[in-house]
């Protein structure tokens, strides 16, 4: 098992005397895509910059590839070994998109590696144009490139799919596995559900500053969702007598651990004695979307 790439530990930040990062740990494992998710202003960001280094944290302790990050000592291995993306890119607009990139390349010794990276990121056509000419998705792969070019250990991504449309989005789900692949570990952030259920091996998910649920896609989203075609009355017995709970909404939707045979039996046999033999039964997997909406509802603040 590789040692984790990441560890944070009681993590606080606060801006003036608003703590919105609040005792935050968790661990991202190394050859492995670990997904930070969480509504607007949960402190995504402040956490991956604390981690990445571009903030102080207020307390708590982070080790990057092993290494103390709040330490200065360790500063030169992990700027060699770390890449970062901030929210946004945050690039130079003026010069051109290549020579961004092989400007960056330069810096790690690397000078030539833009135009091989630019092919894989569909950017070829657009080395010459100035980034702030570019569109916003170009802009994003552009940002990307110059967080991956010196082939970190461990990538930091902030929102890459942000502004990046469907066909680009899925190229870059590939790049980032083949990144993956190559053994270096990725830490991003993203507001997309399906990015984390088909990139993540490991999903975190912040709310209000503290970490709620913590473990793969499987462990998240683990149970089975019954939507009845209709309102039921006394749905809450129902779902007693399917050891399942009743989820809030406009359906009449319980929630079990499993869809057995058994369960489905108990369920259809209630369904029958209360005379609603008609009545549709629609049975899905719990989806990281779902999970995502429960843990972090507006009226548990
Ligand atoms: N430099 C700053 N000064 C003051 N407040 C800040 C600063 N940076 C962030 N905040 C606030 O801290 C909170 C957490 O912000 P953060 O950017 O970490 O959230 P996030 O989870 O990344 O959100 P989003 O998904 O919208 O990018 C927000 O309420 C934000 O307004």
Redesign the pocket.
């Known amino acids: 098992m590789p040692s984790p790439a990441l560890e944070v530990l009681d993590l606080v930040k606060s ?2 005397t ?1 703590r ?2 609040d005792e935050v740990s968790f661990t991202a494992e190394g050859g492995e895509i670990t997904a930070v998710l ?12 604390c981690c990445a280094g571009l903030r102080s944290p207020d307390s708590g302790a982070i080790r990057v590839l092993g290494k103390d990050r709040l330490d200065p000592a360790s500063a030169p291995e992990l700027r060699r070994r770390v890449g970062v993306m901030v ?1 946004g890119g945050g690039l130079p607009q003026a010069p051109s998109a290549g020579a961004v990139l092989a400007h960056v390349a330069k810096l790690h010794r690397r000078a030539g590696a833009e135009r091989a990276l630019a092919a894989s990121l569909g950017l070829t056509d657009r080395l010459s144009t100035a980034v702030r000419r570019l569109s916003g998705g170009e802009r994003q792969r552009v940002a990307i490139g110059c967080a991956m070019i010196g082939e970190p250990d461990l990538l930091f991504l ?2 890459p799919s942000a502004g990046v449309d469907p066909h680009s989005r899925r190229e870059l789900w590939q790049l980032l596995q083949r990144v993956r692949e190559r053994g270096a570990s990725i830490v991003l ?1 993203t ?1 997309l559900m399906d990015e984390a259920e088909q990139l993540a091996d490991r999903i975190v998910v ?1 709310n209000r ?1 503290t970490v709620v649920a913590n473990g793969t896609v499987a462990d998240l989203t683990g149970g089975t969702l019954i939507t009845l075609g209709g309102q039921v009355a006394d749905a809450d017995s129902l779902a007693r007598a399917v050891d399942g709970q009743l989820i809030d909404g406009a359906d009449t939707t319980i929630e079990v651990p499993r869809s057995s045979a058994e369960v489905m039996h108990r369920l259809t046999s209630e369904l029958l004695a209360r005379g609603l033999s008609d009545l549709e039964v629609n049975v899905r997997p719990r989806s990281l979307e779902n999970v995502f909406l429960a843990l972090t509802r507006e009226d548990e603040k």
């Open positions: 801006y003036s608003r919105v990062v969480g509504p607007n202003g949960a402190g995504k960001t402040t956490t991956i910059e929210q902030d929102e952030t507001h912040i500053g």
